[in-house]
């Protein structure tokens, strides 16, 4: 992996995309093993392309690459585009709240090697999950958040995660966060929701998907953005239930299903295979 470059390509869907991208790439001694593609529509749609190549023959520096790329290939073809190292592991910085499932799965996956970034804090509003973060090797930060002191307490928290945080993860974080710091970390904050969302949104799902008698329940990871629960969708599991399960019972088996999407999903941007469109997500799975 320390020799692996991943290119991400968004751009208007026209003939020779492909052939333009992997001929720059062979000219200059890269090797090509994965490459995935979508277009919304072959005629006017857009197109959007992952691929992983191997960077030990280049015959050029990264930055010498970038900038080569971006006038012989990108500005022909309209492109937004970006190229990331997998030797520059992401940070991350999870927020959580009382809740230790989410979290505790991260932590889990990240102590094994499964998650191919660097944990580098732990945030909470409360201080109840400590020892279990510590046991990680991982710091932990209490901040607490009060009524009154809401903006000192995420200002507090921009200054821990200052140059320590690519990706934000709220495991459960039971706060809505400001504009301000949404914009900041746009498409870098995934939350997970208790619910197959676009339904059940805001607080207790659990309970409403009892209030309405449904026979699924899921969770919805997605990217945070200023409306409540409606940033662009990464993934969503369910799993079905009856008419005999109480609430509790829906909250137990729905941790299990948050929990999973939760991981798949910081795991995915980790490995950079999401593109981000308007409200919607390409994900290179």
Excluded at 20 to 38: E, K, P, R, W
Excluded at 170 to 185: E, F, H, V
Aim: aromatic content about 8%.
């Amino acid at each position: 992996m320390d020799t692996t470059a991943r290119l991400l390509i968004t751009c208007p869907d026209k003939p020779g995309i492909v052939a333009a991208v992997a001929t720059f790439l062979y000219h200059h001694g890269a090797n090509i093993t994965s490459l995935d593609q979508h277009t919304t529509d072959p005629e006017g749609g857009m197109f959007f392309m992952r691929l992983e190549f191997q960077t030990p023959h280049l015959d050029v520096s990264r930055t010498l690459l970038e900038r080569a790329f971006a006038d012989a290939v990108a500005r022909q073809f309209a492109m937004d585009w970006r190229i990331t190292y997998a030797v520059a592991p992401k940070n991350i910085a999870i927020l959580v709240s009382r809740h230790d499932h989410a979290l505790l799965e991260i932590l889990w996956r990240w102590s094994r090697g499964q998650l191919p970034g660097t944990v580098t804090m732990v945030i909470s509003n409360h201080p109840d999950l400590e020892t279990a973060v510590r046991n990680f090797g991982v710091p932990f930060h209490h901040v607490p958040v009060e009524r009154d002191n809401k903006a000192q307490a995420e200002s507090r928290m921009l200054e821990l995660m200052r140059g320590n945080a690519d990706v934000v993860i709220l495991a459960r974080y039971m706060q809505i966060l400001s504009g301000a710091m949404i914009q900041q970390y746009a498409h870098r904050i995934i939350n997970i929701h208790h619910s197959f969302l676009p339904a059940f949104v805001g607080a207790d799902p659990y309970q409403q998907a009892y209030d309405k008698g449904v026979k699924l329940v899921g969770a919805t990871a997605h990217y945070v953005t200023e409306e409540l629960d409606m940033g662009p969708i990464i993934e969503q599991d369910v799993v079905r239930v009856s008419h005999r399960l109480q609430p509790a019972h829906l909250r137990e088996l729905g941790r299990d299903v948050e929990r999973n999407v939760l991981a798949r999903a910081v795991k995915w941007h980790l490995e950079d295979r999401i593109v981000v469109y308007g409200n919607r997500t390409v994900v290179f799975n």
